[in-house]
């Protein structure tokens, strides 16, 4: 049996509602993006765990902040041995100087970035941003393509940017599909998970019974991808550790 699971969405906040077989309900927030996870004893009704997030939200609201210093004050330096993930794989970057313009390159379990000796560690995080984003946008072409007949919705305009909060989002009227960054650094099935769950926006807004019952139709191992993308590694990891 699947684990019974649900979203709720409370003060404009996603929250993740696991029931499981407890006495009390227990919030938490997952790093990077302060994921909200409600665990909820089976049967509780969704009126009780929309006041239990509200009744905690300046809690929530304060643990996202802090969860959004840590991620500042980890800023990769982008030198050599450091450790980056790709696709939900680790590599170790590999700084090579050379003239021209940033690029980079993957062989084993090496992440190559040649650049001018020169560049600064912000120039070289913004070539970075641009070489997950060229990959994503290549990703996400396929993922529409082979998910637009299946869902029965088009989806007019797609967007890779950097969001803080959320991992994707979606306006229904336009048909807009918004995707986080740092997708680029999980395993492709967190992506296909992200777009299938705003493609199913288009269909639900909410996120209520109708809106998992679409999910399950759709992905069935929707959960499963969930938890691997908020329960990732963090960011700020040096190799060898
Ligand atoms: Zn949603």
Redesign the pocket.
């Known amino acids: 049996m699947s684990t019974a699971s649900a ?1 709720l969405t409370v003060s404009g906040i ?1 929250v993740d509602v696991i029931y499981k077989n407890i006495k009390n309900l227990h919030i938490a927030v997952y790093p990077p993006l302060g994921r909200v996870r409600v665990a909820a004893p089976e049967r509780l009704d969704d009126e009780t765990i929309r006041l239990a997030v509200v009744q905690r939200l300046p809690w929530i609201k304060k643990q996202r902040e802090q969860l959004r210093n840590a991620v500042r004050q980890t800023e990769r330096e982008m030198v050599t041995g450091e450790s980056h993930y790709v696709w939900g794989k680790r590599y170790r970057l590999k700084v090579i100087n050379e003239p021209g313009r940033i690029r980079f390159d993957v062989a084993g379990k090496r992440l190559t970035v040649h650049a001018p000796k020169d560049s600064t560690a912000g120039k070289r995080r913004e070539a970075m941003d641009e070489w997950y984003r060229t990959a994503l946008k290549h990703e996400i072409a396929e993922l529409i393509a082979k998910w637009q007949p299946i869902v029965g919705r088009s989806v007019a305009k797609c967007t890779v940017r950097r969001m803080k909060t959320k991992w ?1 989002s ?1 306006n229904r009227e336009s048909a807009h599909i918004w995707l986080n960054l740092e997708l680029g650094k999980k395993h492709p099935n967190c992506l296909e998970y992200i777009v299938v ?2 493609m199913t ?1 288009l269909l639900e807004r909410n ?1 209520n019974d109708h ?1 998992t019952e679409l999910m399950d139709t759709f992905l069935p191992d929707w959960r499963a991808r969930r938890d691997e993308l908020n329960t990732a590694p963090l960011r700020n990891e040096i190799w060898g550790k």
């Open positions: 979203y996603d994707g979606c769950h705003e926006h996120h809106f």
